[in-house]
């Protein structure tokens, strides 16, 4: 076996470790757009409120991701896209609701007719 002096006369040799990876923090906002966005679909009365707020999330958590350079990105695309599902699904419910109403409260149901022609003789 021959001994191998170290590099550069007596200066010793440390062997470098790579620096310990990093934690890579995902967006808060992110998260919350997909959670309001997925409940936007399933919560039947109050879906259209959790849609809006999922969308503005979703939109804030885009502009963070890309400043900060955090993950998350892939949850704020599908939580942009449960919320606006949600929004215009209950959208198109209520107005199809306000229509009905509309429509069908305006009817004549003819008892009151009869009724008043019977008063008249």
Do not use: H, W
């Amino acid at each position: 076996m021959s001994y191998q002096p170290p590099p550069f006369g007596d200066q010793e040799f440390y062997q470098q470790f790579p620096p310990p990876p990093r934690q890579e923090r995902t967006n808060g906002k992110a998260i919350a757009a997909l959670v309001l966005g997925i409940l936007s679909i399933v919560v039947p009365y109050i879906g259209l409120l959790f849609g809006i707020i999922a969308i503005v999330l979703a939109a804030l958590a885009f502009k963070e991701i890309r400043l900060r350079y955090e993950q998350g990105r892939g949850l704020a695309i599908a939580g942009l896209v449960c919320g606006i599902v949600g929004t215009i699904i209950y959208a198109v419910l209520i107005l199809l609701f306000v229509l009905a109403l509309m429509m069908f409260g305006n009817i004549d149901t003819g008892t009151v007719n009869y009724f008043n022609n019977l008063n008249s003789f």
